[in-house]
């Protein structure tokens, strides 16, 4: 298994693995889930991540990647991938 080589074969591996939305976060996590198995088919590490809001009710799923030292996420329904995190020390 690998990182993505540039934000750019992100994007596009990204953009052409979105899935339906749905209402509920268990459904959510499910497309997460398999666009978690489509990386691992094509060699890809991607992380399937829920986040439950405690406060507010409201749970998000993302997807999330790495290029280089640079933590990408994206939601699995719109496939359009942000910076989360940079300069990440990498062993």
Same mark, same amino acid.
């Given at each position: 298994?690998?990182?993505? #080589?540039? !934000?750019?074969? !992100? %994007? !596009?591996?990204?953009?052409?693995?979105? %899935? *339906? /939305? /749905?209402?509920y976060a268990d459904d959510q996590y499910a +497309?997460? !889930? @398999? &666009? %978690?198995? @489509?990386a691992m088919e094509d060699g890809y590490l991607?992380? @399937?991540?829920?986040?439950?809001?405690?406060a507010t009710g409201y749970s998000h799923v993302?997807? #999330?990647?790495?290029?280089? +030292? *640079?933590? /990408?996420?994206?939601?699995? %329904? =719109?496939?359009?991938?942000? &910076? /989360?995190?940079? =300069? &990440?020390?990498? =062993?």
């Amino acid at each position: 298994m690998r990182n993505f #080589e540039s !934000l750019n074969k !992100l %994007q !596009l591996w990204a953009s052409s693995h979105k %899935q *339906t /939305y /749905y209402n509920y976060a268990d459904d959510q996590y499910a +497309t997460a !889930l @398999a &666009i %978690q198995q @489509a990386a691992m088919e094509d060699g890809y590490l991607v992380s @399937a991540c829920i986040s439950w809001g405690h406060a507010t009710g409201y749970s998000h799923v993302i997807c #999330e990647a790495m290029v280089g +030292t *640079t933590v /990408y996420y994206w939601f699995p %329904q =719109d496939g359009i991938v942000n &910076i /989360y995190m940079a =300069d &990440i020390p990498v =062993d």
